[in-house]
């Protein structure tokens, strides 16, 4: 089992920044991907980005690309997810979710654990 906590969503102006964390704990020895996704009020899940492991493997879709970066910190047991030049279009609730099998993937179906959220508004 792993447990996933978010933090670090608020209000922010358009092209603000925000750094969102992901903090797991439990079976966190397990090789597992970590990915984002966000979901808006009306709207589906929509993947957002994914890092492996060893923090090597990244890999966005193409609404942040060149604005949103992965990293890990595998010491801590925490990933980022660093937002830069926030649009309105990117208010959201945003998951990180963990994937045991190794394989990466855009489709939140196929992932195992999930956090509860954390909400991002960009105000324009």
């Known amino acids: 089992q792993v447990r996933l906590v978010e933090s670090g969503g608020g209000l922010v102006q358009a092209g603000g920044s925000l750094r969102l964390s992901c903090a797991a704990s439990?079976?966190?020895?397990?090789?597992?991907?970590i990915g984002w996704f966000r979901q808006a009020p009306g709207k589906e899940r929509e993947f957002v980005g994914y890092i492996s492991w060893s923090g090597t493997s990244t890999y966005y879709a193409g609404s942040v690309k060149g604005r949103f970066t992965l990293s890990r910190d595998n010491a801590k047991n925490t990933v980022y997810l660093q937002m830069n030049s926030l649009k309105p279009e990117d208010s959201a609730l945003y998951y990180c979710?963990?994937?045991?099998?190794?394989?990466?993937?855009?489709?939140?179906?196929?992932?195992?654990?999930w956090g509860q959220g954390t909400q991002v508004t960009v105000s324009s």
């Open positions: 979710t963990a994937r045991e099998d190794g394989l990466p993937s855009t489709s939140y179906r196929t992932y195992d654990y």
């Open positions: 439990g079976r966190t020895g397990s090789r597992y991907f």
